[in-house]
T-cell receptor, first 115, second 113 residues
Framework: GAVVSQHPSRVICKSGTSVKIECRSLDFQATTMFWYRQFPKKSLMLMATSNEGSKATYEQGVEKDKFLINHASLTLSTLTVTSAHPEDSSFYIC???????????FGSGTRLTVV | GESVGLHLPTLSVQEGDNSIINCAYSNSASDYFIWYKQESGKGPQFIIDIRSNMDKRQGQRVTVLLNKTVKHLSLQIAATQPGDSAVYFCAENRLGGYQKVTFGTGTKLQVIP
C-alpha cells in the first residue's frame, strides 16, 4: 500500500530557530500534499495544501511566512517553521493523495517542542 | 463556517460489546465521508468511507451509516477489542481527488477489558 514517511518524528528546538519537517511519498507520486496541525486532544486542522511546482495554498489564519512550504518534487514536501516560538509547539501531520483506499495516506506525524 | 463535529468526546465500551460513534456535519455540499482511527502519537489511519449516494457501507467489523436528511453519520464497531482503543475522527471531502479533508473533533474510544 501507499506509504508516507514523515521526518523527524520528534524535534526539540530553541525559540527563534527554524525547523524543517519532511514528508515523502515512498512508493507513489504525489502532486498534492496536505499539512495539518494538531493540538493535544484536539482535531487535525488543515494548514495548507502543497502543490508540486507551484505555491502552496494556505488556510485562513495561517501565516505563510511563518510556515514555509516547499514541494519541489513529486515525492517530497517540506514544512519549515521559521523563528519558532513555544506556541508553535504542536503535532504536525502531512498527508498525500495516493489514489488508494480513500485516496489519502497520512504520515506518522512530527512532535515539535519549542523551548 | 462549515464544520464537521462529533457528539461525544469520550466513549467507554466493554470488550466484546458493539461501539457506536456519531458525527454531525453541516456542509450540505459534502459528498464523501471518511472515518479515521488515530492512535496516540501517530497519524490517522483510514478505516472506512462512504459516498453520499449510499446510506450504509460495511467493512470488516465496521459499518458506516449515513443519513443525509439530518446530516449525520455513524461508525459502528462490532465486538470491540482492546486494540480498537483510539481516537476516531469523521471527515468530509468532495469527490474528485486532491480535495482537502476536513476533520471533525474526534471521539476517544476506551475499551474496558
Amino acid at each position: 500500500g501507499a506509504v508516507v514517511s514523515q521526518h523527524p518524528s520528534r524535534v526539540i528546538c530553541k525559540s527563534g530557530t527554524s525547523v524543517k519537517i519532511e514528508c515523502r511519498s515512498l512508493d507513489f507520486q504525489a502532486t498534492t500534499m496536505f499539512w495539518y496541525r494538531q493540538f493535544p486532544k484536539k482535531s487535525l486542522m488543515l494548514m495548507a495544501t502543497s502543490n508540486e511546482g507551484s505555491k502552496a495554498t494556505y488556510e485562513q489564519g495561517v501565516e505563510k511566512d511563518k510556515f514555509l512550504i516547499n514541494h519541489a518534487s513529486l515525492t517530497l514536501s517540506t514544512l519549515t517553521v521559521t523563528s519558532a516560538h513555544p506556541e508553535d509547539s504542536s503535532f504536525y501531520i502531512c498527508s498525500a493523495y495516493s489514489g488508494t483506499g480513500d485516496g489519502y495516506t497520512f504520515g506518522s506525524g512530527t512532535r515539535l517542542t519549542v523551548v | 463556517g462549515e464544520s464537521v463535529g462529533l457528539h461525544l468526546p469520550t466513549l467507554s465500551v466493554q470488550e466484546g460489546d458493539n461501539s457506536i460513534i456519531n458525527c454531525a456535519y453541516s456542509n450540505s455540499a459534502s459528498d464523501y465521508f471518511i472515518w479515521y482511527k488515530q492512535e496516540s502519537g501517530k497519524g490517522p489511519q483510514f478505516i472506512i468511507d462512504i459516498r453520499s449516494n449510499m446510506d450504509k457501507r460495511q467493512g470488516q467489523r465496521v459499518t458506516v451509516l449515513l443519513n443525509k436528511t439530518v446530516k449525520h453519520l455513524s461508525l459502528q464497531i462490532a465486538a470491540t477489542q482492546p486494540g480498537d482503543s483510539a481516537v476516531y475522527f469523521c471527515a468530509e471531502n468532495r469527490l474528485g481527488g486532491y480535495q482537502k479533508v476536513t476533520f471533525g473533533t474526534g471521539t476517544k474510544l476506551q475499551v474496558i477489558p
